[in-house]
């Protein structure tokens, strides 16, 4: 059963930096693509970054862009994500997500993600 787990998360000020981790567990993880998505209270979850299987490529979502960096390590079946210069708009619920390793690139729609983790907070401060 895949499994994903997202940490990192916590209470941030505004113009500083967290790094989250999400590590995976149950399935091929260097096989998928992944990546992070956001969803903050009252809003649809918004794509924030993707990386490939092999770290040949990554894309960012524009609000993030420039500010956060995707990384993954397949021989830790870890993916995490880099977010520096932290604004109050950042705060959301932080998913990782395993999506098609072919095909659909970059992976931006939710509903085509496969597995999904149970989200870490982000708060962050003004």
């Known amino acids: 059963q895949a499994q994903l787990v997202e940490s990192g998360g916590g209470l941030a000020q505004a113009g500083g930096s967290l790094r989250l981790s999400c590590v995976a567990s149950?399935?091929?993880?260097?096989?998928?693509?992944m990546a992070w998505f956001r969803q903050a209270p009252g809003k649809e979850r918004e794509f924030v970054a993707a990386?490939?299987?092999?770290?040949?490529?990554?894309y960012y979502g524009d609000s993030v862009k420039g500010r956060c960096t995707i990384s993954r390590d397949n021989a830790k079946n870890t993916v995490s994500l880099q977010m520096n210069s932290l604004k109050p708009e950042d705060t959301a619920v932080y998913y990782c997500?395993?999506?098609?390793?072919?095909?659909?690139?970059?992976?931006?729609?939710?509903?085509?993600?496969?597995?999904w983790g149970t989200g870490t907070l982000v708060t962050v401060s003004s």
């Open positions: 997500a395993a999506g098609p390793s072919a095909g659909s690139w970059p992976p931006t729609r939710a509903d085509g993600m496969y597995f």
């Open positions: 149950g399935l091929a993880f260097s096989s998928y693509s």
């Open positions: 990386i490939t299987w092999s770290s040949g490529g990554t």
